[in-house]
């Protein structure tokens, strides 16, 4: 079964029938972790990352619970979606990018599922943190609705997804010093959920919008108001690329 994880602004999966409300209790958290299960011809479970009402910051994120709470409910793959900064050319803001790979400037974070107290160690494989075929698929989505409503939405195939800790937004320098690494995109909730869900045998892709030019790149300061007016419009779209995907 597919399985969406919503970030910013993405709260619900957009059904209002044939939705189970599914609370998953995992050994991660003391508190049960909220699922959506949409039971139409094709089911598929949402996760809103950030919970409800935004009231989850990126660093407080239970991944762990979040990701065992999926797998529990019967899920193999996931599509995440996720609002980020854009810094290469052709990720400004209301630009979708689909990546091919990540870089981990996360720290503190609940980051494996191994460790003493499971008496197991696993080093995953983690040189292709995206599945191809799911990443394809999204790709393939985006451009089919871009066609149908004649809409022309930048859409980057691949590109290096640089995860940052936050909650804060990144300094200028700091930027420059990920466009030197190799980065192309910057947000805060890629990791560990990626790794969390390799180590579970699911299958991740993610799709990113892109709602500001990350910190530095113009020589203007960061605004909420620019990232809520491109948030809005954007998850109208990225609603229809899941629908597609679900269907599809
Ligand atoms: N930096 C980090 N995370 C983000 C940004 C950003 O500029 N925009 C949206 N998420």
């Known amino acids: 079964m597919l399985g969406i994880i919503g ?21 991660y958290s003391d508190v049960a972790v909220p699922i959506e299960l949409i039971e139409t011809d094709k089911p598929f479970a949402f ?21 065992d709470a999926l797998r529990q409910a019967g899920v193999t793959e996931i599509v995440a979606i996720n609002a980020v900064g854009g ?29 003493q107290s499971k008496r197991f160690v696993q080093h995953v494989d983690f040189s292709f943190p995206f599945d191809k075929a799911l990443s394809d698929k999204l790709v393939s989505a985006v451009n089919v609705i871009n066609d149908q409503s004649g ?47 390799r180590e579970a045998s699911i299958n991740y892709a993610l799709i990113a919008l892109s709602v500001n030019w990350a910190a530095g790149i113009l020589p203007s300061e960061v605004t909420m108001d620019e990232i809520k007016a491109v948030l809005a419009d954007g998850h109208q779209f990225l609603r229809r690329v899941i629908a597609r995907i679900i269907d599809g």
């Open 47 to 67: 996760l809103a990352r950030h919970g409800k009402d935004h009231h989850i910051p990126p660093h407080e994120i239970n991944f762990r619970a979040n990701i």
């Open 151 to 197: 809409a022309a939405r930048p859409v980057m195939a691949g590109g290096v997804y640089g995860v940052t800790q936050g909650p804060r937004l990144e300094t200028a320098a700091e930027i420059k010093k990920m466009r030197r690494d190799g980065c192309d995109i910057v947000g805060m909730t890629a990791m560990p959920e990626a790794v969390l869900a």
């Open 7 to 27: 970030g910013s602004g993405f709260y619900n999966a957009g059904y209002a029938e044939n939705i189970r409300h599914l609370e998953m209790v995992t050994e």
């Open 87 to 115: 810094i290469a050319e052709g990720t400004g803001p209301g630009s979708i990018i689909v990546p091919d790979q990540l870089i981990d400037y996360t720290w503190g974070r609940h980051s494996t599922f191994c460790g």
